[in-house]
């Protein structure tokens, strides 16, 4: 059966999409744990991120990389933190969040509810600042 990932990469489950490419996806998480963070999956379902293929996991960073820069800027924020856990989607999947201490990744924590609109401006504040 396919993750909820794959569905929202065919285009089954609709997202706030921010980029793709050969190899992945890269979309607003809909229940963040900060405004602006972002997950990246690889377009092959893959449970754990060990999993992946050597060529794939060495291309995801590089892929994540102008995407981290963005949020960057369009954030206040002292930098984009990276984490991986895994736990919630048997899908290997990474966390670009914009953070200013070690707290803003502590994935026990409640999540944000936004709108609509705040969802959709968070996309278009992260895309405007995308380069590649």
């Not at 990932?5 to 793709?20: D, L, N, R």
Request: glycine share 4%.
């Amino acid at each position: 059966m396919a993750s909820i990932f794959s569905k929202i990469i065919t285009g089954e489950i609709p997202c706030y999409k921010i980029a793709e490419d050969e190899f992945f996806f890269a979309f607003l998480d809909i229940f963040p744990l900060q405004e602006g963070h972002v997950l990246i999956v690889p377009k092959h379902e893959v449970d754990k991120i060990f999993d992946v293929s050597d060529d794939v996991l060495s291309k995801w960073l590089v892929f994540a990389k102008p995407i981290a820069k963005a949020i960057e800027k369009a954030y206040d924020c002292n930098r984009c933190g990276i984490s991986v856990i895994g736990l919630e989607v048997p899908h290997a999947h990474m966390h670009l969040v914009p953070i200013n201490s070690s707290d803003d990744l502590n994935f026990t924590r409640p999540k944000l509810k936004l709108t609509e609109e705040q969802l959709r401006s968070a996309q278009e504040n992260i895309l405007k600042r995308l380069t590649k």
